[in-house]
Nanobody
Framework: QVQLVESGGGLVQAGGSLRLSCAAS????????MGWFRQAPGKEREVVAA????????YYADSVKGRFTISRDNAKNTVYLQMNSLKPEDTAVYYC????????????????????WGQGTQVTVSS
């Protein structure tokens, strides 16, 4: 069982930055691939970024590539999402998720591959 708690959301002006954190419980954090998803009002949840167990492999959605960076500190059981050059269209509830992975080669981009989810943190970007 893994419990995830996100923090770091808030209101920021366009062009600004935020760093989201997701703290995980348990002693097996390094066995999980991690992902960040977001869901805007009236839209489906979408993957933003994903990382393999030690971030040897990472993925970014085209819409955030070059602006967002996913990283993880396995010693602290925490995954981060650094968000720079924020745009109003980045406004959404952001969720972190954990999925059991048996190799550092893999990250997941589908919601169904993640068994554990945080409660979400709101990010609002004003124009």
């Amino acid at each position: 069982q893994v419990q995830l708690v996100e923090s770091g959301g808030g209101l920021v002006q366009a062009g600004g930055s935020l760093r989201l954190s997701c703290a995980a419980s348990g002693r097996t954090f390094s066995r999980y691939a991690m992902g960040w998803f977001r869901q805007a009002p009236g839209k489906e949840r979408e993957v933003v970024a994903a990382a393999s167990r030690s971030s040897g492999s990472t993925y970014y959605a085209d819409s955030v590539k070059g602006r967002f960076t996913i990283s993880r500190d396995n010693a602290k059981n925490t995954v981060y999402l650094q968000m720079n050059s924020l745009k109003p269209e980045d406004t959404a509830v952001y969720y972190c998720a954990a999925g059991r992975a048996y190799s550092d080669m893999y990250y997941y981009t589908q919601s169904a591959d993640y068994a554990y989810w945080g409660q979400g943190t709101q990010v609002t970007v004003s124009s």
